[in-house]
């Protein structure tokens, strides 16, 4: 059975919040949207550092696709730039600190009327990320690691987006 909609007040809310009519279908974030790819690297056999692991969220049953993994991410607010709202979003459902994180670059999902920037990040040098579920919107937040990705039921703009986020953070 889905979970009930939680109260009000139990989820962050700010004047970006509400749908976007995109064609035959509609978008969350009136300002558009944005989320955080946070990648973790360890050393391969060869000593060169690949992505071993992405932070995932698993989406309150409630929520815009409930059940589905994928970042941490939401509404842009009014004069916030994705980048920032990524961060935030992050902080306020993942419980990940900004400070913990380098920015390596963006991809962007472009609708027209509406966007999705995905920021695709790292844990900076010495930090220790321990993401949760910190607000309503998540089941569960945590680390993933790569290889087992694919076999989670996926948000389908994330399984889309995946090969190029990947491509963005591998590259970095």
């Known amino acids: ?3 009930p909609i939680p ?4 989820i962050h809310r700010h004047p970006g919040d509400g749908w976007v009519e995109c064609g035959d279908h ?11 790819f946070l990648v973790r690297r360890a050393l391969d056999a060869d000593g060169v550092p ?8 698993h989406r309150a049953a409630w929520s ?6 994928g970042v941490p991410g939401g509404a842009v607010a009014p004069h916030e730039s994705p980048e920032a709202g990524a961060l935030r979003e992050a902080a306020e459902e993942a419980g990940v600190d900004p400070a913990t994180v380098r920015v390596l670059g963006e991809h962007l999902l472009d609708h027209g009327p509406w966007s999705y920037t995905t920021v695709v990040a790292e844990v900076a040098p010495d930090a220790d990320v321990v993401p949760a579920a910190t607000d309503s919107e998540s089941i569960e937040v945590r680390w993933v690691p790569v290889d087992r990705i694919p076999a989670l039921p996926l948000h389908p703009g994330f399984a889309d987006a995946l090969p190029h986020l990947l491509a963005v953070a591998s590259a970095a």
């Open 1 to 3: 059975m889905p979970s």
């Open 26 to 36: 509609r978008h969350w974030g009136l300002h558009g949207a944005a989320g955080l």
């Open 50 to 57: 690949r992505v071993t692991d992405v932070v995932l969220q």
């Open 7 to 10: 109260p009000r007040d139990a």
């Open 64 to 69: 815009h696709e409930g059940g589905t993994w």
